[in-house]
């Protein structure tokens, strides 16, 4: 059934030995969604993937997939499908042999489709997995990942390596499997902008814990950017919270909440109103200074 | 059509502006069906619920009408309804920004009707 969470996370925490990576970290995820994992390096994504794939086990609190706790659980693993840089295939086995063995191992599998895709993106079928270049890895792992149509799929950076166009490809590829069949689908990466258009909700992760949850046309219409006149500015913002401030000879502009301003009384006022992206929301609410890189400089 | 990821308009309201558009220019007929949310999201590679969202702005607003099972279909006279609708808001929201704009860089009256008589010859 769409609308019932499927994956719920309750106060976890990670370590790692002394390190601290995820902390009283609560989230749901309900079936059917395509959701963005978004956050900063070492922000804790993979981790937090591995430990919905039942690679690893949380150090407290508590996970539960399909309502059963994925760490060393078969139910849940076969029905999971985690795609990531380091997965691993028998090195004797060529890519098509990898297929082949798949289409045993999961009931959906999408043989004709697999095959359709690794022509698509010109890796031969008679190539053993560790001979492919790293872009090539990632298509490969990817096409692997998507043909499995497995009910819950986590990937964790799937584009990592591969060029332009091909990135391109992939996300549309992603995009018309999940209409074709639809279902879950988490995709972590910290290039928002590339992908946004597929997804539904972003969830963003910051200092290992979530920073924001929320729908992508929430998340767009979220902020806007004012500028113009600095001395009006700074007295119509005087009680806001302030995302961002940027000030130089020609002009002024900061980054405010999009519901504590009247954009028409704005426009009167000869105050430009843009839009911030969903890309700069994340990177707002995760940087720590207000003026960003210029405020190192100073 | 392209959508604006970067803009003031969500995304979900340009989508449902762009079958507005098609309705009004004949493109989508009364009690005609309208594409699903897949076919929108194939269409304009954009994730099936936001242009669900856009379709369900339609239904509520009496643009479209649903049929149990068969999908969405353009509700009798929602032409006229758009029509008006956008007359009333959009084209007089346009209008007064562009009047605010020209008296901000001086134009006068005359200079703005004779550009806009220029536009609509060349257009």
Known sequence: MIGVPEIICHQVEKRYRNKRVLHSLTCSINKGKLSGLIGRNGAGKSTLLKLLAGHLKPTNGEITVFGECPFNNLKTASNIMFVEEGMTFPPLFTVLDIFKMAKDFYPNWQHE?????????????????????????????????????????????????????????????????????????????????????????????????????????????????????????????????????????????????????????????????????????????????????????? | MNLKQESNTPIYIQIAEWIENEIIADQLLENGKVFSQYQLAEMFNINPATAGKGLAILLENGILYKKRGLGMFVQEGSKELILSKRHNEKLSNLAKEIVEEAKRLFVSDSELIELIKKIQREG
């Not at chain 1, 489709?113 to 792992?141: E, M």
């Not at chain 1, 972590?188 to 902008?193: E, F, V």
């Not at chain 1, 302030?242 to 999009?258: G, Q, S, T």
């Not at chain 1, 929301?281 to 003026?291: H, I, L």
Request: glycine residues 4%.
């Open chain 1, 113 to 298: 489709l697999a095959k359709r895709l690794l022509d698509y993106a010109n890796i031969p079928t008679n190539a053993f997995h560790h001979n492919l270049s790293k872009g090539q890895k990632s298509t490969f792992n990817l096409i692997y990942g998507l043909a499995s149509r497995c009910t819950i799929s986590l990937l964790d950076e799937p584009m990592n390596g591969m060029d332009e166009s091909i990135r391109t490809d992939m996300y549309r590829a992603i995009l018309k499997e999940y209409i074709a069949y639809p279902r879950t689908i988490i995709i972590s990466s910290h290039h928002l902008n590339e992908m946004e258009h597929l997804l539904e909700e972003i969830i963003l992760i910051d200092n290992g814990q979530i920073k924001l949850h929320a729908s992508l046309d929430d998340v767009q219409q979220m902020l806007v950017r004012l500028r113009g006149d600095i001395n009006l500015i700074r007295k119509l913002t005087s009680d806001m919270e302030v995302f961002f401030e940027k000030e130089d000879l020609f002009h002024y502009e900061v980054v405010v909440e999009r519901n504590k301003i009247d954009e028409k009384l704005l426009q009167t006022m000869n105050i430009l109103v843009q839009p911030v992206t969903a890309s700069e929301v994340c990177k707002f609410m995760t940087s720590k200074g207000k003026g960003g890189i210029d405020d190192v400089f100073k």
